[in-house]
């Protein structure tokens, strides 16, 4: 074979494999629409940390939190404290605080 067919093999390879890729990729600004929701709303939110893969929120009104949908959503835990959540939720705990940040 020559440059040219390992090329275009090369190319169909990429295509397939950025094919599955985006099929398997969650909308995660979608998601995050979602997580503030099921907190209440960000009129809810008070304030918000991170560490590691722990997304700790103060909360106005912790009664009006739908944590099973949360758990739904892919958070692995969820500890509350007063009017405090603790959400085990991994990786994209830094990536919703900042998003939460962003609609203040």
């Known amino acids: 074979m020559n440059y040219l067919q390992y090329g275009i ?15 398997t990729k969650k909308d995660a600004h979608l ?9 209440g ?12 893969s722990r997304f700790k929120v103060t909360l106005k009104d ?3 939190v739908n944590k099973e949908a949360i758990q739904k ?8 404290i007063d009017n405090q959540l603790k959400i ?5 705990s830094k ?4 998003y939460i940040d962003n609609l203040k």
């Not at 998601?31 to 907190?39: A, I, R, S």
């Not at 709303?41 to 590691?52: F, P, V």
């Not at 085990?88 to 994209?92: A, D, H, I, P, T």
């Open 9 to 23: 093999i090369l190319l169909v390879f990429l295509v397939i494999l950025l094919a599955v890729l985006k099929s």
């Open 31 to 39: 998601e995050l629409n979602k997580l503030v929701e099921y907190l």
């Open 95 to 98: 990536q919703l605080k900042k």
């Open 73 to 80: 959503l892919g958070a692995k835990g969820i500890v509350e």
């Open 62 to 64: 912790v009664s009006i």
């Open 41 to 52: 709303g960000k009129d809810n939110i008070i304030a918000t940390e991170t560490s590691l």
């Open 88 to 92: 085990v939720l991994g990786s994209e």
